[in-house]
């Protein structure tokens, strides 16, 4: 493994043209400090019982057998290193919102790039979906650094516009993915939220793994406008909103905590993982927290 | 409702500013690009209502804000109700009494007396007058009702501020007195009395409260009555800070009552009070400004204390006395003085109505023994006899005093002489007895009440059954035998007088005493200058044990010595009583000096008043010495003391005089800004700007908690 580098705040690693460098910095430098095997046997099925040969993985023997029979067996896995994962990533215009210099579709690219370098490097199959009210884009779950590099060029094309339709495509994707994998859903999550929930509760029902990052700007999670603005939607040239912001910052904040606390409870309810991430927090730490939080569950 | 300061209403132009920045920011807007519409919508369509209420309350509030301020800069007054809105329809009389006691002179008090009358003054309009009375021991008018312009411009009103001194105790009851009548000769709609007084505790004491009780009603009462403002300077206690109230200070130096003769001892008390116990201290006692002699105080624990000297003036003549308290500074009421003239002996002619061989068998025997009791020693008085038969009218010359002992009658020519002696000053003594016949006496000294009787004689002459044994003696103006006490004549019987009816009671005339039956034993009578003092008993002892008793030797005395000091021997004057020096008819229009207790010299002239010269200065409220010198002759000295209640500076708290005062709608003011604050409400009304600013202030706070709760919620964290 690489010498670690230095990690750069989000602003800074827009600086960073290049995918695949930067997806290399993100996971090196987050990954430095975990145990490589965070994602060991992530969302694999058992499949049996053998005994223990010498050079076997410690982390597989099974100490509820050996505390019963005094022997010594490993548990082994369907694919046990071979994960599938994807990645949905939501480029509707509602992502295309930025208060600084990093918008929320840039950033989720750039995680979905760490994310993808990632499980390629651990020698899982990663694939990528980009969707907006329609699928704009579909790469099947492969290993390899050619499919790592598809899906580098796939993310670098991609800008965001049209209206959101997560579930929709959510629901596409379920009926495309054969084999249960792990499912990376990245997204603003501004749609229906029963239509998602629904369509996340399919997903699971297939025996998918979901996590959904959330991911969301400063001022959609502060409202801190501080003038009178008019809010033109990303999504629909006609809809425009024109308010003092003071006025209906409470408001809106009771909204945006409702709409949050109704998105957490649906996901716990299906047991989707959901990580909510604001675009000025630094990518290593997005990427470590979550991780870090799987390490332990497993 | 007016405005002090109407160009400042312009500001209210300012209100405008805040619709105006609220319209401006509402064009003036940002655009953003948003993800999360359906949020915002659903936000703003929730509280779309109160999203414009909150926009209109807040632009109203901020309106408010600054049309207030802008109205209270400019300083609106609300008119008074009642009779200050009435005052302000017509003219002015204002009369200014002003309290000079002398605690005028102590704290800068003056200095702030004025300013308060010029205050006033300047409240003043075209066409209104002003009138100042300073209430000392006596009112004094220093400013007769006069239209302010003139007063101002001639000169007046700053004369007679300059003019104003301290002068004893303040009489403010008189004071307001004099100044309601100079206004009622104000032909004027309005009337107002400004009454100038510290809040000395000594000018509320019971008696004066009722003064001022009945001088306030009788002001309410009076429709033509005038408008009663109280203006308390409040500078007592600066005057208390000057003067340590814990010193002691000089109570008065008395001198022992009538006759000051030379070469005989003179009695002079000093009384010094503390205000707290204090050790140490002597007064010193100075005659004619020469030492006399010192006495120490010693340990005094607040009682106060009399020290006695007896100094002996060798010449005739006015001589004064001072007595310094030493060991204390700074309190001018530490030196007391007084003054008098001594006289030779005092010459007394004893006519004998019916001569009798032997000192104790006639009337003249008991009082010429009287008189001069002692062999061998000098008395008091030059006695001279002279028998009724032979009586000159040139014997009356030189002498202070004439007896008549018994005497049945007079020539004509003897009762006009005898008349003229009293009215030029003499004392006659007149006793009866069995020679006098009451029908003469009524004939040539009664005159039908214009003689020299101050009583018709009765006929009828009742004695007393055998079996009695007469009847007693009471006092009838005590304060005449104050000094004899008031059971002076207990044991005395008289057995035999001539009734006697007084012929006009009050006027002059008076029973000095009395027989126990309500006959009046001894009457006197005042005639211009003079006294006739009439024993409707005689002076032997056949009428009465009176002879007989120790008392008729002081009785006598005391009488003769009263008669024969004339209207006055002390020349020891309260601040504001007049000096009045009589002087001979030859020194009619001569020139007269007068020192003042300052150094002072003031030049005047005597004038002729009746039969007499005269000298007379009524401007005596400093205490102190005061020497008269005419045409260069001997100087005639007067002293002027302080009353002993002045040098109490404690005042009386203000609550407790505003309610007194209130009781009789006499509103009180404290300082000279309250002074100009009273007259600009009189004038313009109560201003209200101070309830604007406090609108105002309540106001911006409103604002600032309606923005920060319009603003609330800001941040939360996914």
């Known amino acids: 493994m690489a010498t670690p580098q230095p990690l750069l705040d989000p602003e800074a690693m827009q600086r960073l043209a290049r995918l695949d460098l930067l997806a290399r910095q993100v996971v090196e430098g987050t990954l430095a400090g975990l145990h490589r095997s965070v994602f060991h046997g992530f969302s694999i099925e058992f499949l049996q019982h053998r005994p223990y040969v010498s050079g076997d993985d410690l982390r597989c023997l099974d100490w509820k057998v050996l505390g019963r029979t005094d022997r010594y067996y490993v548990r082994e896995f369907e694919d046990e290193t071979n994960l599938r994962a994807t990645i949905l990533l939501d480029a509707s215009g509602s992502m295309g919102y930025r208060s600084g210099v990093v918008s929320k579709l840039d950033y989720a690219i750039r995680l979905a790039a760490s994310l993808a370098y990632l499980l390629v490097e651990q020698q899982d199959s990663a694939g990528l979906v980009v969707f907006d009210e329609r699928d704009r884009a579909l790469l099947p779950s492969r290993t390899g650094r050619r499919q790592l590099k598809a899906i580098f060029d796939e993310l670098e094309r991609t800008t965001a516009g049209g209206e959101t339709s997560l579930a929709k495509a959510i629901h596409g994707l379920v009926s495309r993915i054969s084999r249960r994998g792990l499912v990376l859903v990245l997204t603003d999550a501004f749609d229906d939220v029963e239509a998602l929930l629904n369509a996340l509760a399919r997903l699971r029902s297939a025996h998918h793994e979901v996590i959904v990052f959330q991911i969301l700007d400063r001022r959609e999670v502060d409202f801190d ?18 308010a003092d912001p003071a006025q209906v910052r409470r408001t809106y904040l009771e909204r945006f905590e409702a709409f949050q606390r109704s998105l957490r409870e649906g996901c716990h309810r299906h047991r989707v993982d959901i990580v909510p991430i604001v675009t000025d927090v630094r990518y290593d730490e997005a990427l470590a927290g979550f991780l870090a939080s799987r390490g332990t569950r497993e | 409702m007016t405005f002090l300061n109407e160009i400042l209403l312009l500001g209210m132009a300012a209100m405008a500013v805040p619709l105006i920045l609220h319209l401006i920011r509402r064009r003036r807007y940002q655009v953003v690009p948003w993800g999360a519409m359906h949020l915002l919508a659903a936000a703003v369509t929730k509280r779309t209502r109160s999203i414009r209420l909150e926009q209109l309350l807040l632009v109203a509030v901020r309106m408010a804000i600054l049309g207030l301020l802008a109205a209270a800069m400019a300083r609106p007054a609300l008119d008074s109700l009642g009779d200050a809105a009435g005052a302000l329809r017509g ?21 702030r007396v004025r300013a308060a009358v010029e205050a006033i003054a300047a409240s003043l309009g075209e066409g209104d007058t002003i009138a100042i009375v300073a209430a000392g021991t006596s009112s004094r008018v220093v400013l ?16 007679a501020l300059d003019g104003i001194e301290s002068a004893g105790t303040a009489r403010l009851a008189a004071g307001i007195g004099e100044a309601w009548s100079l206004l009622a000769s104000a032909e004027v709609a309005n009337r107002e009395v400004f009454v100038i007084s510290d809040s000395q505790a000594i000018n509320w004491l019971p008696d004066r409260r009722d003064q001022m009780r009945e001088i306030l009603s009788a002001v309410r009462r009076d429709p033509n009555g005038a408008r009663v403002a109280w203006v308390t300077d409040g500078g007592v206690s600066d005057a208390a800070a000057a003067i340590d109230l814990g010193q002691p200070f000089l109570g008065g130096v008395r001198l022992s009552e009538g006759f000051y003769a030379a070469r005989e001892a003179i009695e002079v008390r000093v009384a010094v009070v503390p205000r707290r116990p204090i050790d140490g201290g002597r007064v010193t006692l100075l005659v004619d400004g020469i030492e006399f002699g010192t006495a120490e105080i010693g340990t005094l624990d607040g009682a106060e204390r009399e020290v006695i000297f007896r100094p002996q003036f060798e010449s005739t003549g006015s001589h004064w006395v001072e007595a310094r308290l030493d060991g204390v500074v700074g309190r001018s009421d530490t030196r007391s003085f007084a003054a008098l003239v001594t006289r030779g002996r005092m010459p007394v002619l004893i006519v004998d109505g019916a001569p009798r061989s032997g ?12 008189l001069d009791p002692y062999s061998g020693r000098r008395s008091v008085f030059d006695v001279g006899l002279a028998r009724a038969d032979a009586l000159t009218p040139s014997a009356l010359v030189g002498v202070s005093v004439v007896v008549l002992a018994n005497v049945r009658s007079f020539k004509q020519e003897i009762v006009a002489e005898l008349e003229k002696f009293v009215k030029a000053g003499g004392g006659l003594v007149v006793f009866c007895g069995d020679r006098v016949d009451p029908d003469r006496y009524n004939a040539a000294f009664r005159r039908d009440g214009a003689g020299l009787l101050p009583a018709e004689l009765l006929v009828e002459s009742p004695s007393v059954p055998a079996d009695e044994t007469g009847v007693g ?15 002076a004549f207990q044991g005395v019987r008289v057995t035999r007088w001539i009734p006697a009816r007084l012929l006009d009671s009050g006027n002059g005339t008076r029973v000095l005493l009395e027989l126990s039956n309500g006959d009046p034993l001894l009457i006197e009578r005042r005639l211009e200058h003079g006294r006739v003092v009439f024993c ?16 008729f030797l002081p009785f006598v005395q005391d009488l003769v010595l009263s008669l024969g000091a004339g209207v006055s021997s002390s020349r020891t004057l309260a601040p504001g009583e007049a000096i009045e020096l009589p002087l001979s008819k030859a020194l009619v229009d001569s020139h007269v000096t007068l020192r003042l207790p300052d150094g002072r010299e003031n030049r005047g002239m005597s004038f002729l008043r009746g039969t007499r010269a005269l000298f007379e200065y009524r401007n005596t409220s400093a205490p102190g010495l005061y020497v008269v010198t005419v045409d260069g002759k001997d100087p005639e000295h007067f002293a002027v003391t302080t009353t002993r209640e002045e040098s109490d500076l404690t005042a009386l708290e203000t609550s407790e005089v505003r309610r007194f005062l209130g009781e009789f709608g006499v509103e009180l003011v404290v300082g000279v800004d309250g002074v100009e604050d009273f007259l600009r409400q009189q004038r313009y009304g109560v201003e209200v700007w101070k309830p604007l600013v406090a609108i105002v202030l ?8 309606l923005v920060r709760w319009i603003e609330r919620g800001r941040g939360s964290t996914p």
Do not use: C
């Not at chain 2, 009702?145 to 004369?159: F, M, N, P, V, W």
């Open chain 2, 698 to 705: 309540l106001l911006a706070f409103f604002e600032l908690f």
């Open chain 2, 473 to 487: 003696i009471e006092i009838a103006a005590a304060d005449r035998f104050a000094e004899l006490g008031s059971d």
């Open chain 2, 536 to 551: 409707t008993t005689s002076a032997t002892n056949d009428w009465s044990n009176l002879p007989l008793r120790p008392i």
């Open chain 2, 359 to 370: 000192r104790l068998k006639s009337a003249v025997g008991f009082v010429q023994l009287a």
């Open chain 2, 144 to 159: 007769h009702l006069t239209s302010h312009e003139a007063a101002d411009e001639g000169g007046e009103l700053e004369a």
């Open chain 1, 225 to 242: 406008f501080g003038r009178w603005t008019r809010f033109d939607s990303l999504e629909s040239d006609d809809e425009k909103i024109l």
């Open chain 2, 91 to 111: 003219k002015r009389a204002v009369g200014v009494v002003v309290d000079v006691s002398y605690s005028l002179e102590f704290g800068g008090a003056k200095a």
